[in-house]
C-alpha cells in the first residue's frame, strides 16, 4: 500500500476507468486533505483509494475499488484499514462513506462487517440507485483503531 501526491493521481484514474468505466473519481481534488492509496500486487497497481476532510471532525472516503484480477484479496479491507488508521492518528472523529449497493453490493457488506453503523439512505437519481451512508465513530474508538485491536 502505498500513498501517493495528487501530482501522480492518474495512475487513481486509469484505475478508475478500468474499475467503474468512468473517469470521475470525485467532484474536485481542490479540497483540504486529500488522501489517496494504491494498493500493488508484485508491483503492479491493484485498487485504489481516495478520500478527504469533509469537516473539520470528519473524513469522508470518496472512491475505492479494486480491479476484478484482484479480488478476493482482501485488498479493500486492507486500504480501508489504512485509511482509518491514518484518519484516526489525523484526530478524525468520524469516518463516512457512501456505496451504491445495488452497483456495488461488496462495499455494503465490507461496511457492516467492519461494524460500521447505516446512518442515511436516499435515491440518488444519477446512478439511478439507492445511496446508502456508512459511518464509524472513530471518537468511540479505544486508543487504537480496530484493525489494531
Not at 473517469?23 to 497497481?45: K, T
Not at 462495499?107 to 451512508?133: G, H, P, Q, T, W
Request: net charge positive.
Amino acid at each position: 500500500m502505498v500513498r501517493i501526491p495528487l501530482a501522480e493521481k492518474e495512475i487513481v484514474y486509469a484505475l478508475n476507468l478500468e474499475i467503474f468505466q468512468e473517469r470521475r473519481i470525485m467532484n474536485s481534488f481542490d479540497r483540504d486533505d486529500v488522501f489517496m492509496l494504491i494498493a500493488r500486487i508484485n508491483g503492479v497497481p491493484a485498487g485504489f483509494k481516495v478520500g478527504y476532510r469533509e469537516s473539520q471532525t470528519t473524513f469522508y472516503s470518496a472512491k475505492g475499488g479494486v480491479l476484478d484480477t484482484y479480488r478476493g484479496r482482501g485488498l479493500a479491507r486492507i486500504m480501508l484499514h489504512a485509511m482509518i488508521n491514518r484518519c484516526f492518528h489525523a484526530g478524525y472523529r468520524r469516518y463516512v462513506f457512501d456505496t451504491f449497493p445495488n452497483r456495488n453490493p461488496g462495499m455494503s457488506i465490507l461496511a457492516l462487517r467492519e461494524s460500521f453503523r447505516l446512518i442515511r439512505a436516499d435515491f440518488n437519481a444519477v446512478y439511478k440507485d439507492y445511496r446508502l451512508r456508512f459511518e464509524m465513530r472513530l471518537s468511540d474508538l479505544s486508543d487504537e483503531p480496530p484493525h489494531q485491536r
